[in-house]
């Protein structure tokens, strides 16, 4: 039985080459004109099962041959445009069937003899396939090609996504991802073969000049009259053209049916019906125009009754299914003895311990920044921040559930992560805020606050000001934006809290695709799964990314011998990735903007660490720690005006006290040590801090 398939198997792979081959050997082989009318009827049948596949099938995928087909039959119908050249410039001379029946009927029975008439019908065709459907078809194709190669980095880390959270294992993700890479291909396909059809137009129109110039020459130094001549190579050529303009119009329009499937995601034929006949207000309404329009004087009045009659019966037939739907979804809601079915306890348990990662929670006023149908970008916007954050920081930002919370003010929000609050804010209703970043913007009329995001002096204006506010230097936005970017910070802080061991066990198995020897000497043969994803964390917790995880597995396969203790490992695996944090805080004049301490405070903190170690006090005055942090935060503003993010640049001994020290009240705040630092890198002090 195996053999048989593999038999038939390869026979099937022999046809399309050898149909291939004999394609191109057409072009220059004569054949006679029964053979030549079994060829263009061939070719018609192809192109009208081309169509009607394309409107049939559900999704673009099924038939991702298309591209290539499109190339074959625009090849096959060429091919038959230089064989009936061929016959009409040879024997065109001895009648008009010289170039077989199938032309002679197209060039005498469709358009009756008439040539003017065939010609102006060959133009139309070559205008609508030209104009209309090829170019309508390929720009749909560009774009599909261009939006689905944008969004192939969101999908598949979506997919990553549900993987790492267990919605789904390894074999459907890796059937995801190659149809990801199938429906990629295909459309960068259909964008290449929207021009062979491109082509084939304007060959056709080039061809048929041949043939009416050509026979029309040939004619007449074969002793034919004029008249003579142009009657018959003329309704030839006409023939010709209409024959091979049909099949190339409809396959023209299956490649625009097929590059505009994925709009509506089911058989062509039901999402037409149930689309446009699926609104009983719209057919009724309908039905009312045609019968008013019957009984205006001149217009015809029998088409129209019937079929205002047609739409009122099937106006009726949707009320009745309907009915029976609403019927059917009331039955299914009730138990037999007619009680509303209610949830197991077992299912009413299970639904109480579930508990989404992050929550987006807003109040009524904010649900239309959310709601897509509503013309809201939230949802939009944090897809882009989750793709924004894996680029930035090198983990999978879960997906984020939105809701909305009527105990929350009419326009407020909050986050939650893991079901605890982490920030939370307010807008305006019916307001822009007005983000003044540099903190110079002229005044301007509105309610005075403060970006939530970044503590910037910010003011919720009317839209109608938004104009005068961007020409004053004000940053405007919307309220998802506002919502949008304070996730962003919020997400940007507390972005170790989303490192677990899935997380990072998913981030080992990404790794482990190309560099499989290193994950497996590392884990779990060196450090343990648990003494990883702690280091990963103390890195992301201070914003270093782990996207170069080949550096950083690296460096902790050569440096845990030497100790187990994650806290050290993380520092000395900073140091390792000394270029990524310089070029964090590299300017665009190549330098480091940063604050240092001065010689006796960092004399002060290491006197303070030795004691804490020798267990003999060491604890610092609480009010010169607060001195302190005051001297940093008032430093800040001195970084803007170096177009530079805040930075303390310490010993490598003092870097991890002093971040504790900072952390609390300026969480924002990155420490980094001198050895973090390319020395090759100039470093610039606006301040010297001191404790005392």
Known sequence: MAEAVQSQRRKVDAIVPIGVVSIVLMMVLPLPPALLDTLIAMSMSISIGVFLTALFIESALEFSAFPA??????????????????????????GQGAAGSVVEAFGRFVVEGNVLVGLIVFLILTV???????????????????????????????????????AINQDTARTRRRDLEREADFFGAMDGASKFVHGDAIAGLLITAINLVGGLALGISRGMDLGKAAETFSVLSVG????????????????????????????????????????????????????????????????????????????????????????????????????????????ELESALSLDLLTVEVGYELVAAADAARGGTLVDRVTKLRQEIARELGIVVPPVHVTDNLELPPCGYRFLLSGNEVARGDCMSGRLL???????????????????????????IAPRDRELAEALGYTVVDHATVLATHLGEALRLGAHRLLGRQEVQHLLDVAARKNPKLVDDLVPAVLSLAEVTRVLKNLVREGVSVRDMRSILDALAELAPQTKDPEQL??????????????????????????????????????????????????????????????????????????????VVTAPDLRRYVRAILERKLPQIVVASFREIEPSVPLRIIERLTLT
Do not use: Y
């Open 434 to 460: 007005g983000i003044d970043g540099t903190g110079q913007a002229s005044p301007i009329e509105g309610d005075k606050t403060v970006d939530p995001a970044f503590g910037s002096p910010a003011v919720w």
């Open 69 to 94: 087909f499109v190339l074959i039959a625009t090849l096959l119908r060429l091919s038959l445009n230089v064989a009936t050249t061929r016959l009409i410039l040879l024997h065109g001379g001895e």
């Open 570 to 647: 993380s520092e000395l695996v900073r140091e390792r990735l000394a270029a990524q944090i310089t070029t964090r805080f590299r300017g665009g004049d190549g330098t480091v903007t940063a604050m240092t301490l001065d010689p006796r405070s960092e004399a002060i903190l290491r006197g303070s660490l030795s004691e804490i170690a020798q267990g003999t006090g060491g604890a610092l005055d609480p009010e010169m720690l607060r001195s302190f942090t005051r001297r940093v935060e008032d430093a800040i503003p001195a970084f803007a005006a170096h177009g530079a993010s805040p930075l």
């Open 240 to 347: 010709d053209a209409l024959a091979s303009q049909l099949p190339a119009l409809l396959i023209s329009a299956a490649s625009g049916v097929v590059v505009t499937r994925s709009a509506t995601g089911e058989q062509l034929g039901r999402a037409l019906f149930k689309q446009f006949f699926g609104r009983r207000a719209a057919v009724l309404i309908t039905g009312g125009i045609l019968v008013v329009l019957a009984i205006i004087p001149g217009m015809p009045a029998l088409p129209c009754l019937v079929l205002a009659a047609g739409l009122f019966l099937l106006a009726r037939k949707l009320k009745n299914e309907s009915d029976a739907a609403a019927a059917a979804a009331g039955g299914a809601r009730t138990l037999e003895g007619g009680a509303p079915a209610k949830p197991s306890a077992a299912e």
């Open 128 to 166: 609508i396939n030209f104009v209309v459907v090829t170019k309508g078809a390929g720009r749909v194709a560009e774009v599909a090609a261009r939006f689905t190669l944008d969004a192939l980095p969101g999908k598949q880390m979506a997919i990553d996504a549900d993987l790492s959270s267990g």
